[in-house]
């Protein structure tokens, strides 16, 4: 296990989630559709965000790419549920109000789809990338 890229990955997801949460909110109005429409796409961007980092983290290992990717991800979650915890007990906040369960199941499933799209997508690139080079190597012995 490559430590590392599981940290620096995760980092990643992190900083990404917290972008997202940041730019969900945005003041711009809080009309119900207007609200509804910046979930949605705040979701869809990031899930193509996340898509993206798990087919690098993907890409990147050489072995146990899956377990790497599922680490990376476990690691973001438990830091920003950390974070979160933290940062409401410190203002005294009021824990968040528990969601509608359609748009818990929606979120973890299509995190689960992403998750291996991602996988799915890095492997594709590594197995391209060395196809390329066995194509390039046996033309460079035939010459």
Known sequence: M????????ALL??????AS??????????????VLFNYFLNHCIMLLVYMAIFAHITYRTDQYPVAHTL?????????????????????????????????????YIS??????AGIKAGISLKHRKLLRSARGSSASTNA
């Open 2 to 9: 490559n430590w590392k890229i599981i940290v620096i990955h």
């Open 111 to 116: 995190l689960l789809g992403v998750l291996f």
């Open 21 to 34: 949460g940041i730019f969900e909110f945005h003041p711009s109005s809080f009309s119900p559709d207007a």
């Open 71 to 107: 680490l990376a991800l476990l690691l973001s979650d438990e830091v920003a549920s950390a974070l979160l915890a933290f940062s409401l007990s410190y203002l005294g906040a009021e824990p968040e109000p528990i969601r509608p369960l359609q748009f818990l199941v929606f979120e």
């Open 13 to 18: 997801l992190l900083m990404a989630g917290i």
